[in-house]
């Protein structure tokens, strides 16, 4: 598949539906993990976030592999397992199961109404 989500290769580009808005953080991310060769961990640490929400594609490679790079750096990572994807259904289950092994080895996986009701909670 050559250079996928690489800047200035074919597909990098944000969509408009879905484009930050101008103080919020981009990362070019040139691997599959969102740490390698980024500056993500310091800003997090620099902002005192400890705890992650992982979303996204593919649940077996970028997500998986950015959620054990979280917990290889000491942050907890909630993976949210309706809003992360893989094109294989099979891949995408055993991706969680990965992550979630043993009480949550590498993090724990969740689903988006069960953050959706932490945040309700955490702001009443």
Known sequence: MGRILIR??????????????????V???PGKNAFYATNLDELLRSRGI?????????????CSATTIAANDRGFNAFVVADAVASY???????????????????????DSASVLAAFAAVNN
Not at 8 to 25: M, N, Q, R, S, T
Not at 53 to 61: A, E, F, K, P
């Open 8 to 25: 200035g290769e074919e597909g990098h580009a944000i969509i408009d539906e879905v484009a930050p808005l101008p103080d919020e953080v």
């Open 27 to 29: 990362l070019d991310k």
């Open 50 to 62: 400890e705890n992650l929400i992982v979303t996204g594609v593919t649940t077996d490679v970028c």
């Open 88 to 110: 294989s259904p099979e891949r995408h289950a055993a991706a969680l199961a990965v992550i979630a092994a043993q009480g949550g080895i590498f993090g724990w996986v969740t």
